[in-house]
């Protein structure tokens, strides 16, 4: 990513958490990556949008990501390649719409951006919802990777990073065995 160093970004930023964490797919996790705190440098999340942007060459209409990680990169991203920035929100029923307002038009071509893919469920579920408007999904970017491999999208899928980190069902969780207090973050 132009010289920067990702892994860098969320270490200096304090976005890299170690402990016992609970993740949105309800597996456990010894470590997060907690985006928010690195996005939060308007110069940094610029720097993250222009590295995404560079990793696809198909023009796009509009970006399109899940809030509420995804809208600061869906903008910073769209600002990087001259398109609309969309989000895709939870509807409360365990999927996601596009955010009242935001029009997409029949064919236009989209990139889905996430920050951290771990099973891929919640970009897939902003990609479904910009597809039930008509949007036509030609990639998908990811700031950090930590599916090991798992996340498919029917579409290429591109990350800066990619990064081992082990997850547990609840049930398998060495950290659940040794007491460790859960943190919902
Ligand atoms: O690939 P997955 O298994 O879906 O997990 C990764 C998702 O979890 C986080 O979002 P979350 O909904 O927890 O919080 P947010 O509202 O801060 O984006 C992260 O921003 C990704 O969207
Ligand atoms: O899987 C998740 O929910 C998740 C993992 C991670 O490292 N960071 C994050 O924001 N969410
Ligand atoms: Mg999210």
């Given at each position: 990513m132009g010289g920067v160093d990702v892994l860098e970004l969320y270490r200096t930023t304090g976005a890299l958490l170690e402990g016992h964490f609970l993740l949105r797919s309800g597996r456990h996790s010894p470590k997060f990556l907690q985006s928010a705190t690195l996005l939060q440098h308007p110069l940094y999340a610029e720097a993250v949008g222009q590295a995404l942007a560079e990793l696809f060459e198909e023009p796009v209409d509009f970006v399109v990501g899940p809030a509420m990680g995804g809208v600061v990169l869906s903008f910073v991203t769209a600002k990087a390649l001259g398109a609309r920035a969309l989000f895709a929100e939870k509807d409360g029923q365990g999927g996601m719409r596009i955010r009242e307002g935001l029009t997409v038009h029949p064919g236009e071509r989209f990139l889905a951006v996430e920050d951290?893919?771990?099973?891929?469920g919640s970009v897939q579920q902003a990609i479904w919802a910009a597809e039930r408007k008509g949007g036509r999904c030609v990639g998908v970017g990811a700031i950090?990777?930590?599916s090991a491999g798992r996340a498919e999208f029917g579409a290429p899928f591109r990350a800066l990073l990619r990064l081992d980190f082990p997850t547990y069902t609840p049930e398998s969780c060495p950290l659940c065995q040794r007491g460790v207090p859960l943190q919902e973050v």
């Amino acid at each position: 990513m132009g010289g920067v160093d990702v892994l860098e970004l969320y270490r200096t930023t304090g976005a890299l958490l170690e402990g016992h964490f609970l993740l949105r797919s309800g597996r456990h996790s010894p470590k997060f990556l907690q985006s928010a705190t690195l996005l939060q440098h308007p110069l940094y999340a610029e720097a993250v949008g222009q590295a995404l942007a560079e990793l696809f060459e198909e023009p796009v209409d509009f970006v399109v990501g899940p809030a509420m990680g995804g809208v600061v990169l869906s903008f910073v991203t769209a600002k990087a390649l001259g398109a609309r920035a969309l989000f895709a929100e939870k509807d409360g029923q365990g999927g996601m719409r596009i955010r009242e307002g935001l029009t997409v038009h029949p064919g236009e071509r989209f990139l889905a951006v996430e920050d951290v893919v771990t099973t891929g469920g919640s970009v897939q579920q902003a990609i479904w919802a910009a597809e039930r408007k008509g949007g036509r999904c030609v990639g998908v970017g990811a700031i950090v990777d930590r599916s090991a491999g798992r996340a498919e999208f029917g579409a290429p899928f591109r990350a800066l990073l990619r990064l081992d980190f082990p997850t547990y069902t609840p049930e398998s969780c060495p950290l659940c065995q040794r007491g460790v207090p859960l943190q919902e973050v």
